[in-house]
T-cell receptor, first 114, second 111 residues
Framework: GNSVTQMEGPVTLSEEAFLTINCTYT??????LFWYVQYPGEGLQLLLK?????DKGSNKGFEATYRKETTSFHLEKGSVQVSDSAVYFC?????????????FGSGTQLTVLP | DAGITQSPRHKVTETGTPVTLRCHQT?????MYWYRQDPGHGLRLIHY???????DKGEVSDGYSVSRSKTEDFLLTLESATSSQTSVYFC??????????FGSGTRLTVV
């Protein structure tokens, strides 16, 4: 079946540090890949997505590249801010029609210190 | 906002009692989902719906039932709540676009 594995947290960084959160997946065929972010007390929000191999998703300074050869979709940001403190979820979607479901990783808590 | 609301936002209930959580959307999206979020597990799919009266089970459906009698409402029912169902429950909606829109969640505590 489909599965997503994220690096375990929590991750604590100083402001302006470089961020990488690793994500690898297992799926048949060509899933779409996503990163979602959850701020305290809120639901998940779509951060970025990629729908085919070698696509790069980007938003708010975050980037992730869909690497089919390594089945990975690592999240990166060159300079984090305190406001980036949140939980980040990697997810994949396989199927269409009634089978369109997201499978999530376990989430990575990021804390950015001033 | 995306037009998805969950109610209640918080609930404390006793073991063995029935509980119903409501998800309401104003987006006329076809697909609706119920997830639960637990530490170390991320989000796990409980049930989903692909149209009025069309529902199917997710990976953790035991102890839960759902109903969708109108496009805008998707109800999740715990027939007899147990402590293992203490969790944060999220509803999500989607249409042909790839991404989902999530509600703000319902924090359920079963004592």
């Amino acid at each position: 079946g489909n599965s997503v594995t994220q690096m375990e947290g929590p991750v604590t960084l100083s402001e302006e540090a470089f961020l990488t959160i690793n994500c690898t997946y297992t799926a048949t065929g060509y899933p779409s890949l996503f990163w979602y972010v959850q701020y305290p007390g809120e639901g998940l929000q779509l951060l970025l997505k990629a729908t085919k191999a070698d696509d790069k998703g980007s938003n708010k300074g975050f980037e992730a590249t869909y690497r089919k050869e390594t089945t990975s979709f690592h999240l990166e940001k060159g300079s984090v801010q305190v406001s980036d403190s949140a939980v980040y979820f990697c997810a994949l979607k396989r199927g269409s029609g009634s089978a369109r479901q997201l499978t999530f990783g376990s989430g990575t808590q990021l804390t950015v210190l001033p | 906002d995306a037009g998805i609301t969950q109610s209640p936002r918080h609930k404390v209930t006793e073991t063995g009692t029935p509980v119903t959580l409501r998800c309401h959307q104003t987006e006329n999206h076809r697909y609706m989902y119920w997830y639960r979020q637990d530490p170390g597990h991320g989000l796990r799919l409980i049930h989903y719906s692909y149209g009025v009266k069309d529902t199917d089970k997710g990976e953790v459906s035991d102890g839960y039932s759902v109903s969708r009698s109108k496009t805008e409402d998707f109800l999740l029912t715990l027939e007899s709540a147990t402590s293992s169902q203490t969790s944060v429950y999220f509803c999500a909606i989607s249409e042909e676009a790839y991404g989902y829109t999530f509600g703000s969640g319902t924090r359920l505590t079963v004592v």
